[in-house]
């Protein structure tokens, strides 16, 4: 479990992280998101210590990172494992003796060092390219070296910074189920940085929104991406593109599947005596549970309040927009 509470980072006159606070639980995904400038990066800094906070505190296992001395720092940190974008290996070490370099550090036993390495390039699918150099391995299995190394002094959490960024979509996704697999095998806390709102969706249990340093939005994506109102929300789910197009006279509809009823297209048409015409749809995976978003166009000479209360009894949360549907535009 991490816990990040009040942290404020200043360089000169300028405060870059403002009262960050955050918690993400044992085997949870924790994802912070924000645009560039937000101050990621500086987060990413301050969570693994490698820059001290201004105030504030990173306590991880009930014990405050941020308070303690540089010698007692040193072991501390073991408990953040990080990985880097493009895993930042050494080239002239091989995809081994790069997992085992912070083991060597902390001093581990010959026997037990090579033990564990080996343990590592399993996990992470590499044991057949032990021997390799980082410039004979692909974007991908850098990673997965950069993630083993990452785990090789038994982090409570692990701290994904931009690790995905720059990899092909394949590649990417192979990447965050490996991070799934860790979450759920090891139960490692992981916080991902990342500005990629697809790898928030496919890999977060709760995301945090950063905005000029402060966290403006946060939530379990799954309740996130239900908010009607809600900046993160449609960030994680745009509208669908025919909706961009129709805004003014549509209904916006959100539902979760295990919540909506399945029948609810026939049952609602019926019980509003009027056609409905999917306009757009887009449906994701976000949060362990399947979201989606319909634009509808429905009759305009209905009252919105019956149109709502309808569709809200069959799971699904709808948003009137301005311009109601002409009738010649509504199509069943
Ligand atoms: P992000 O990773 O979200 O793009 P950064 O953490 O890199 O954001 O930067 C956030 C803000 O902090 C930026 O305005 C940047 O100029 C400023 N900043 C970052 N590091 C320093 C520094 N060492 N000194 C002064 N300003 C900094």
Redesign the pocket.
Known sequence: MIEISGLTKT?GT?T?LDGIDLRVDDAQIGAIV?P???????LSRCINLLERPTSGSVTVNGLDLARLRSRELRTARRQIGTVFQSANLLRRLTAAQNIALPMRHAGLPDDELRARVAELLERVGMLHRANHYPSQLSGGQRQRIGIARGLALRPSVLLSDEATSGLDPDTTAAILSLLRELRTDLGVTILVITHEMDVVRSVADVVFQLDHGRIVEHGAVADVVRRSDSSLSRALLPLPAAAAADERRTWTVRYEDARVNPLWLSQATAELGAPIAILAALVEEAGHTTVGRLTLGIDPALDPHKVTSTLGRHGLTAEHHLRPLAPEEVVA
């Open positions: 360089y300028a870059v924000g560039s400038g937000a101050g990621k990066s500086t």
